[in-house]
């Protein structure tokens, strides 16, 4: 009961219910980008508007802080700061070690368990923000403002969870004036179809002769 659509340019992004920062390869870099190409500004428009929830994914999350340091050159010549988009009150700090983890946590909010992964070199100090995402060990890896308008996470995979998926897109239903749901739509699971695609591959090849070749 949704229609998502990549966006790439300023003019494509219209007046969506929610806006998706993914993550980043070069957060620095695509931060630029946004801001020379004109769709910070458009998102700031959507934020002002009040009307559209926005959420940032990792590397979206950093963008949508106040500021991104590069101190170390990571990402950038020279160790540059860059002023993020100032929609969430958090400051990041890319470090040389990197971040890269499976994670379990609880969405608050919605009391949803969730599972994905943090991969990323930033630290952020998200003190401003409400927490809205606890990993199992106790630690904030997400957080927003109290309108639950604006947010982010550290944790890719947030909305392959069937139970959070649905929640989301159900507020996103009533904030329209339509009915919620109330029920998952469609399953979101990849691994019987990893096992389906393997059991092809081995009755397809000769497993025997690759393992000999692999030394295994």
């Not at 979206?60 to 929609?87: C, V």
């Not at 969730?114 to 904030?140: K, N, Q, V, W």
């Not at 009915?179 to 000769?206: H, T």
Request: proline share 4%; charged share 30%; net charge neutral.
């Amino acid at each position: 009961d949704v229609r998502l659509r990549v966006v790439r340019r300023p003019d494509e992004l219209g007046e969506p219910d929610a806006v998706i920062l993914p993550g980043s390869k070069n957060v620095i870099g695509d931060l630029a980008d946004l801001q020379g190409n004109g769709m910070a500004s458009r998102i700031l428009d959507l934020a002002r508007g009040g009307k559209t929830e926005i959420v940032g994914i990792c590397g979206g999350f950093q963008i949508m802080g106040r500021e991104i340091a590069d101190p170390f050159g990571i990402e950038s010549a020279g160790g540059r700061t860059l002023a993020g988009l100032g929609l969430l009150p958090v400051r990041t700090e890319l470090a040389r070690e990197k971040t890269l983890t499976r994670a379990a946590a609880r969405h608050l909010a919605s009391d949803c368990e969730i599972r994905g992964y943090e991969i990323h070199h930033g630290r952020t100090d998200g003190g401003g923000l409400a927490p809205l995402i606890r990993r199992e060990d106790g630690e904030s890896i997400g957080g927003g403002t109290e309108t639950g308008l604006l947010w982010g996470t550290y944790l890719h995979g947030i909305f392959d969870a069937d139970g959070f998926r649905r929640w989301f897109i159900d507020r996103l239903r009533k904030r329209k004036g339509l009915a919620p749901l109330g029920r998952i739509a469609a399953v979101y699971d990849l691994e019987p179809a990893f096992e389906r695609l393997a059991d092809v591959v081995r009755k397809s090849l000769n497993m025997d002769e690759i393992y000999r070749m692999m030394r295994l």
